[in-house]
Each structure stands twice: as structure tokens, then as C-alpha cells.
């Protein structure tokens, strides 16, 4: 496994990464859930979905062009 030649571009721009640290953050924040979920307006089953989304978006944002990561030269 090799990184791709411009992974700094793919890291800084690429909407893909951007998501993923989105679904990071809040996978770090289910570590505080049991501590705030009766003070939550939103239900498991809905917390689940957001989750979901957030990880199918970063998953297609991968395979959309991106003219800031890959510029045509």
C-alpha cells in the first residue's frame, strides 16, 4: 500500500476526508452520550441515521471529481 502522489491536496481539499473527520468527531462524541442523552432532542434510532448519512456521503464524496484535488495540469 503507497500513498497517492498528492496526498497532501487530497488530504487538505478533498470533501471525502472532510466528512470522514465529521464522522470521527462524532463517533468521539458517542463516548459522551451516556453522560448527555437525556438532555438530547434526538432519538438512538435517529442519532443511528445522521451517523449513516455522514459516512454514505463521505463514502460517494470520494468518487466525485474534485477540481481542487486533481487539477487538469
Known amino acids: 500500500m503507497t500513498l497517492v502522489p498528492n496526498w497532501r491536496r ?9 466528512i470522514l473527520a465529521l464522522a470521527a468527531i462524532f463517533s468521539g462524541l458517542e463516548v459522551a452520550l451516556p ?12 442519532r443511528a441515521l445522521v451517523y449513516f448519512v455522514i459516512t454514505v456521503t463521505a463514502l460517494l464524496l470520494r468518487f466525485v471529481a474534485q477540481p481542487a484535488v486533481n487539477p487538469k495540469d
Do not use: T
Open 35 to 46: 453522560f448527555v442523552d437525556a438532555q438530547l432532542p434526538i432519538s438512538d434510532r435517529g
Open 10 to 18: 487530497v488530504l487538505r481539499y478533498a470533501w471525502s476526508v472532510r
